[in-house]
């Protein structure tokens, strides 16, 4: 069986192979697309596979077609495998074939696979969801890339050129921020190869700020009157935003005077009240987007209680003012209001609009001014103010005292400046031209001395409106030095010849207050018949001259009605001669030739004395000429001639004889003239100099110089040009100092010009250094006021200077820098040099000068008094002070009023203290102080305020009292307090019964009163260092009385002794009977024991104790004295010794005894008509019973059990108290009395039970 199934499989095969050989059919090949995308792109790669289902398919190899042509085999080995690099022609529908490779068979085309290519490489394009343009942080955005064509992308997202970190078609952002802002892009790949594409056109996205908007009022106005409209504009300038309205936080809703509308942008109310006053803001909402805006800024609406009020102004404020003044007018509203104003000046508008005006003052702008302010149908009219316009410029007046021209060193000499009109002026005094340190009207010189003479001159300005007067006429000053009088002869010589007479001079030039006395070598000089005087002997004549009036005279001067005498006079010597003189005659030069244009000079010379005048002759014929000297400048011929001379005193006509004859004939010669070429002649190192030697209009000469005299040659410094017209000095030494001068000689000839005029060349040793001056000269300069540094060289000329401030220069060139209204700003380090603009040479700096500004202190307004409260009478001393300075004056004022001393007001020395001496009422106010700078127009700001307060009544002085109740007791503390209704420093005394009290406080206490303290008290106060003001109280009546006293007293009583283990004691106390008690054992408080009786046992009293007590009440007195001690003792054992003496003693009281222990022990109650008769021990048990102050029954208080036991069934009917006092008689019950009490209390009191 098994052989057969093999024989069948093999039969089986072989069929098979047959079949396959043979006619089987081939397989259709199928064409698969490798790549998913049939959609392609130039240089993308696409396979292809072409593929036949069967096992053998290896037998195959296959061919490609696209659209019907064969294309490329395959890279395959088989060709099953097409891969296409794609280009723009490989588009088409692609199919294979198969060839078998053992029979050559080719199988017919399968299916087709189509492939597009798309030429231009595919752009992605970005949307945006939402897309809205503009979105606002916190908003979500969706982006999302898409292709037109093929599929199997991938993406790539960039935000500005930066790629995301992300991937797929969508890309979301939630929670924009501001960064997000900008331009988003995509590209999409796709394959192995990772074909891209072009980034895709961007997509912006801007994220911007939500919106604030801005509130204001379209009409400006800081504040609505009542029923004015009010509107307000949100501005913003999107549509889309619906506007929200708030006042003070809270939105508002639209009313009947308040209109408003979400998409209108304007909040309008047509009345303005009260309750629309608040802070408005508005704000945005985009509803469709769930956005609110912020809130714009805050724009305050205030509504007015009250109407407007205008209050015109005026600065300056003085009513009378001149042309070329400026006036300021200012309009001012009691309300920050918008207002339009009209001004009007005699009821006619002249200014249209502004708060505040000015007016230049010109003719006929004088009148009444007013302002008017309106706003809608609001209209306010201030009041009026008069201005008084005076066209002509006022002249202040200078007056002198005293008021003479002739002032002497050492006098006191008054300027007064005064104008008559207005008011508000300061003054500027001007000497010499230059501006003086004095603003008064008033300028005294005191102890005058040379430096004050010159020409005074004054001017008034006006601060507020720099309008300054004219100047007023000039005054000179001139100060004398006490003069010397000058002696001088009124004759022209002092060596005379006979007979001639000499006048003699003594005098003080231009004063005829003095009279003279003379001296003759030495000795005093008295007229005689030639020697004679004036009036006031100012003059001294000699009549006819002689030789004993020849020697040495001298003068002296007094001044008339004064003790005031000169000095003496210089010395004057008389020469009398005895023969008359020759002049002899010369010439200069001594040349018969002498050029035109030379000077000659003829001198005719007396040599014997002095005083000649001189006639000169001239072919005989007299010249004009009256001098020993005849010069002739500038010779021509008309000067030829020959020439004589004689001379002759004018006063005497006293002539000598005549010279002997000189001939002189002039020729033309020039002169050359020397000038400088540079500017200056005083020069410093370094500098260069150029000097001309030329005769005008002709070149035929050369020149010839000299310097000092001495001729001058040619250095490495000093040159000349071709001729020497020119002189050269290159850099001037001191050596080059000196003067010079040139002359001329004629070129080929030996013709010497004269010499040209001098030239002095000043060559300064070193380089200058400019001095700096500063005026005002002081180290403090304050704030306002006006500095001047001056800068000066005082060599040479043609300086210009240069300014530095802390090293830095300053753009000022000349020769004072001013600074007016300085600040800490101009505070600095100064220096200057000056430099010269021809040769730019420079000056060393000056030295340096320390600026500092100060700020203007502010006085310390203090008391120098204790109060600023004070009576009537009482002195009042206030300070004012700038710390640290003495350069100071003060002015005071009341009230906003200057203060100005009186009868009671009174200031020291520069009024730093005010002093009152006596107050009163019309001195109460507000004081304050400010400081002036001595010498200067410096004024401080105001001082804080001290108020003073002056009562316009006494001080009421009271006595308080405490307790404060009529009924005092002993042992009271009592505190007296006395008060002052007003005021402080109160100092106190104490009276009572009119004589004073060690106690000086204001409370007086009696710790513990006595009856002694009773009396009348009064208590003065006083204040001041010494009794300045005092005041008494009124009189206080204090009455004490004695506090009650407590007494303690046994109520236990004799029938009671042998009954009862206790005692019951009582207080009572004086005065009444509502009290409550307090007891008392060895001084210590009995707790819970406040009746009035206390009952002692065994068991609380083992130690026979002192018992006192106390009454306490609610009324006064509240509590009484203590009682006096109760001392317990063992009463009760004392009681039955005594008995058990006695019965040894009696036998039969024995048996009474036992009787009575028996009928003890077995008794009964017995019946009333049997009992004793103890009246005068006992009282009846009804009496007891009904009585009020019945005690509680003893068999509470007994402690004692076996006591209490025995005595429980015997005694039921026991009496548990009496009242009635156990009397003492006998020596031992005496024994038992309280140690305080006296003998004769009948009181007994029981000490002990032991």
Not at 654 to 663: G, L
Not at 1126 to 1131: E, G, M, S, V
């Amino acid at each position: 069986m098994w052989l057969l199934k093999v024989f069948s499989a093999i039969c089986f095969a072989a069929f098979c192979a047959a079949q396959n050989s043979g006619d089987a059919p081939h397989p259709v090949p199928s064409v698969s697309l490798l790549t998913p995308w049939h959609d392609v792109f130039p240089s993308e790669k696409v396979e292809f596979q072409c593929s036949v289902s069967i096992n053998n398919s290896y037998e195959y190899t296959f061919t490609w077609s696209r659209d019907g042509h064969n294309i490329l085999p395959s890279n395959s080995g088989d060709g099953s495998l097409l891969t296409v690099t794609v280009g723009a022609l490989d588009s088409g529908s692609y199919t294979c074939k198969a060839h078998h490779t053992a029979t050559g068979h080719q199988t017919a085309s399968g299916n087709s696979e189509m492939l597009t290519v798309h030429p231009k490489g595919p752009q992605p394009i970005v949307h945006a969801e939402p897309d809205w343009g503009t979105m606002y942080p916190g908003e979500s955005i969706n982006f999302s890339c898409s292709m037109a064509v093929g599929s199997g992308w991938a993406f790539i997202w960039y935000h500005n050129s930066t790629e995301i970190s992300t991937s797929g078609k969508m890309y979301r952002v939630d929670a924009l921020e501001y960064s997000h802002s900008g331009n988003y892009q995509c590209t999409a790949k796709r394959g192995e190869a990772a074909y891209s594409t072009h980034n895709s056109t961007a997509k912006s996205l801007e994220v911007s700020e939500i919106p604030e908007p801005e509130l204001i009022t379209v009409v400006p106005w800081a504040g609505y009157f009542k029923e004015e409209s009010v509107q307000l504009q949100c501005l913003f300038e999107s549509r889309d935003w619906a506007f929200v309205w708030y006042r003070n936080g809270v939105q508002l809703v639209m009313d009947e005077v308040m209109t408003l509308d979400k998409e209108d942008p304007f909040l309008n109310i047509s009345s303005a009240a009260k309750e629309h006053q608040g802070n408005y803001s508005c704000g945005l909402t985009l509803e469709s987007r769930g956005l609110r805006s912020r809130r714009s800024n805050i724009v305050r609406i205030e509504v007015y209680d009250q109407f407007p009020k205008l209050t015109l102004h005026k600065d300056p404020a003085f009513d009378l003012m001149f042309v070329g003044e400026l006036v300021n007018f200012n309009c001012s509203i009691n309300v920050p209001a918008e207002m339009e104003y009209l001004w009007y000046r005699e009821g006619n508008i002249f200014s249209p609009e502004g708060s505040t005006v000015s007016v230049p003052l010109v003719a006929g702008s004088g009148g009444k001014y007013s302002c008017q302010a309106t706003r809608g149908n609001t209209e306010v009219t201030s009041e009026k103010i008069l201005q008084v316009v005076i066209d002509q410029k006022p002249k202040p007046s200078l007056t002198q005292q005293p008021d003479d021209n002739k002032v002497y060193t050492g006098e006191t000499v008054s300027l007064t400046c005064n104008v008559q009109l207005s008011t508000g002026w300061q003054y500027v005094w001007f000497k010499d031209g230059q501006p003086l340190q004095v603003k008064h009207s008033s300028h005294i010189i005191t102890a005058a001395n040379g430096s004050h003479s010159g020409v005074y001159k004054c001017m008034a300005i006006r601060n507020q409106t720099k309008y300054t007067t004219e100047y007023s006429h000039e005054r000179v000053l001139k100060i004398l030095e006490i003069p010397v009088p000058a002696l001088r002869p009124l004759t022209q010589w002092l060596d005379v010849f006979p007979t001639e007479h000499v006048n003699l001079s003594c005098a003080i030039q231009g004063s005829s207050d003095w009279r003279y006395e003379w001296e003759k070598d030495g000795r005093p000089l008295s007229p005689s018949q030639v020697v004679s005087f004036d009036s006031d002997k100012s003059v001294l004549s000699i009549s006819g001259a002689a030789a004993p009036h020849g020697g040495q005279y001298g003068c002296s001067a007094v001044l008339k009605g004064r003790s005031v005498t000169s000095g003496a006079s210089g010395k004057l010597m008389l020469k009398v001669y005895d023969q008359k003189p020759k002049p002899s005659l010369t010439q200069q030069p001594d040349d018969n030739k002498v050029y035109t244009g030379e000077t000659v000079s003829l001198t005719c010379n007396v040599q014997l004395s002095t005083g000649w005048q001189y006639v000169w002759f001239k072919d005989g014929q007299p010249l004009q000429v009256k001098h020993s000297s005849h010069i002739i400048t500038a010779a021509d011929g008309s000067h030829s001639g020959v020439y004589k001379c004689m001379a002759i005193r004018n006063q005497t006509a006293y002539t000598t004889e005549y010279s002997h004859e000189r001939v002189l004939k002039i020729l033309e010669i020039p002169v050359p003239a020397l000038r400088p070429l540079t500017q200056w002649l005083d020069v410093f190192p370094t500098e260069h100099v150029n000097l001309s030697c030329a005769i005008q209009g002709s070149s035929d000469w050369r020149y010839e110089w000299e310097k000092d005299g001495r001729p001058l040659s040619p250095s490495q410094v000093v040159s000349f040009d071709s001729d020497k017209s020119v002189l050269s000095i290159s850099g001037a030494a001191a050596s080059h100092g000196g003067q010079y001068g040139c002359s001329a000689v004629l070129k080929g000839r030996a013709v010497n010009g004269g010499k040209s005029q001098k030239q002095n060349l000043l060559v300064y040793g070193q380089k200058p250094k400019p001095s700096l001056t500063q005026q005002p000269d002081d180290n403090k300069v304050y704030t306002g006021e006006t500095v001047s540094l001056t800068c000066n060289v005082q060599l040479s000329t043609g300086w210009q200077y240069v300014w530095f401030k802390d090293g830095q220069p300053l753009q000022v060139k000349h020769s004072s820098h001013i600074i007016t209204a300085a600040n800490g700003s101009h505070s600095g380090v100064y220096k200057c040099m000056a430099i010269r603009n021809q040769t730019a040479y420079t000056t060393e700096y000056s030295h340096e000068r320390v600026l500092k500004i100060l700020e203007i202190p502010v006085p310390a307004l203090r008391p120098l008094t204790q109060w600023l409260d004070v009576f009537p009478t009482e002195h009042v001393n206030l300070r004012c002070a700038i710390q640290g300075s003495s350069d100071w004056r003060y002015e005071w004022e009341k009230d906003g009023r200057p203060l100005s001393p009186s009868q009671m007001v009174s200031f020291d020395s520069d009024k730093s203290v005010l002093s009152i001496s006596g107050a009163a009422a019309s001195h109460g106010g507000q004081y304050g102080c400010s400081a002036v700078l001595k010498g200067r127009s410096v004024t401080s700001g105001a001082s804080g305020k001290l108020t003073l307060k002056v009562y316009d009544t006494q001080p009421r002085v009271t006595i308080l009292k405490i307790p404060d109740h009529d009924e005092i007791y002993t042992e009271d503390l009592i505190s007296l307090s006395c008060h002052v209704n007003i005021s402080s420093g109160w100092k106190f005394q104490w009276f009572k019964e009119n004589l004073p009290l060690a106690e000086s406080a204001s409370d007086h206490t009696v710790a513990s009163a006595v009856t002694g303290n009773s009396g009348l008290y009064q208590c003065k106060v006083k204040r001041g260092s010494g009794i300045l003001f005092e005041s008494v109280s009124p009189l206080a009546k204090l009455d004490v009385k004695e506090r009650p006293m407590a007494y303690v007293s046994l109520l236990t009583g004799w029938s009671e002794v042998f009954s009862t283990d206790s005692l019951v004691l009582q207080c009572d106390v004086e005065l009444r009977d509502e009290w409550n008690y307090t007891w008392y054992k060895d001084d210590h408080e009995i707790n819970g024991s406040y009746s009035k009786r206390h009952v002692v046992t065994p068991q609380n009293d083992p130690e026979q104790s002192l018992h006192k007590c106390r009454g306490v009440s609610s009324k006064r007195p509240l509590y009484s004295k203590q009682s006096d001690s109760f001392k317990t003792r063992n009463l009760l054992l004392k009681r039955r010794v005594l008995l058990a003496i006695s019965g040894c003693i009696v036998f039969g009281i024995t048996i009474t005894i036992l009787g009575c222990i028996v009928l003890r022990a077995c008794r009964k109650p017995a019946k009333d008509e049997y009992k004793p008769d103890e009246n005068d021990l006992f009282l009846p048990m009804n009496h007891l019973k009904d009585g009020e102050d019945a005690p509680c029954p003893l068999v509470q208080y007994i402690t004692n059990a076996a006591l209490n036991t025995s005595k429980e069934g015997d005694n039921n009917d026991l009496i548990c108290s009496e009242t009635t006092p156990l009397p003492i008689t006998s020596q031992d019950d005496q024994d038992l009395e309280p140690e305080s009490q006296p003998a004769t209390e009948t009181n007994g009191g029981l000490a002990s039970f032991k």
